[in-house]
């Protein structure tokens, strides 16, 4: 599942057809795509890891699920659930969940959720983490109503830098970790961002998929965590475990 800086990088590729009216569409989805005919595309945004492709009076809200892709002025063999024909390019998308939002989108989404968006707020998800006090923080990091955008790699990866311990309990962990970890996962998702563009995001990964602490030299403990059942990696001698 695509997390919200490679998100981003589609917004950027699709960004050149804003402006443009759609000449054809195709595609297998349910929903009333051939709407989008004759249509011009106003803006392409992201909510975490949605891309909201925007038409006046209404929005095509494209999440990837977990094998969902998209190609840029090229196809695949892959059924295609949605194809959209510009005078300057096609943009086609398979195995990805549509949906129509209708009206203005700003009153679908609150955009200070969304840890890579300019109005993103780290008092608003502090002040949710206080609201979940019970729940483990490798559940909690992946509410996307509380940190849109940031996925199972960018759990694994924040949690190791700030030493916490996938299963602590978010109302034991102390004020000033819960702080890191919210600072800690809008700064790594930009360089999630960076490290994706340059082909290079494995090599940076500290905890994601690895078997040795590179602090403790220490095998690292693979574990399916939290009522999520997500991978986490993590050390269980230098990352602390708030219970």
Same mark, same amino acid.
């Given at each position: ?32 795509? %051939? ?6 595309? *106003? #803006?392409?945004?992201t909510w975490g890891k949605h891309? +909201?492709? =925007? ?20 196809t695949k063999s892959t059924p ?37 968006? %300019? ?6 998800? *502090? #002040? ?7 729940? +483990?923080? =490798? ?50 998702s930009f360089e999630f961002l ?25 095998? +690292? ?23």
């Amino acid at each position: 599942m695509p997390e919200g800086p490679s998100v981003i990088i589609a917004k950027e590729r699709i960004f050149p057809f804003t402006g443009q009216r759609i000449v054809a569409v195709s595609g297998n989805s349910k929903i009333d795509i %051939a709407r989008a005919a004759n249509e011009k595309l *106003l #803006d392409v945004r992201t909510w975490g890891k949605h891309l +909201l492709l =925007c038409f006046e009076g209404f929005t095509f809200r494209i999440h990837f699920l977990l094998f969902g892709t998209y190609r840029v002025n090229e196809t695949k063999s892959t059924p295609l659930r949605l194809g959209l024909d510009f005078s300057n390019g096609v943009l086609n998308f398979y195995s990805a969940s549509i949906k129509i939002l209708e009206g203005d989108i700003d009153s679908h989404y609150d955009w200070s959720a969304d840890v890579m968006n %300019a109005t993103w707020s780290a008092k608003a998800a *502090l #002040d949710k983490l206080h609201g979940v006090p019970r729940a +483990l923080i =490798c559940d909690a990091l992946l509410e996307q109503h509380i940190f849109s955008g940031v996925g199972n790699i960018i759990k694994n990866e924040v949690l190791y830098r700030v030493q916490v311990n996938p299963e602590s309990i978010v109302g034991k962990i102390p004020q000033n970790k819960l702080e890191a970890v919210i600072a800690q996962s809008r700064q790594y998702s930009f360089e999630f961002l960076a490290y994706k563009k340059a082909g290079v995001l494995k090599k940076h990964w500290q905890a994601h998929t690895k078997k040795t602490c590179l602090r403790c030299n220490l095998p +690292l403990l693979k574990k399916y965590t939290g009522i999520k059942k997500r991978r986490s990696f993590y050390c269980i001698n230098c990352q602390d475990l708030y219970a």
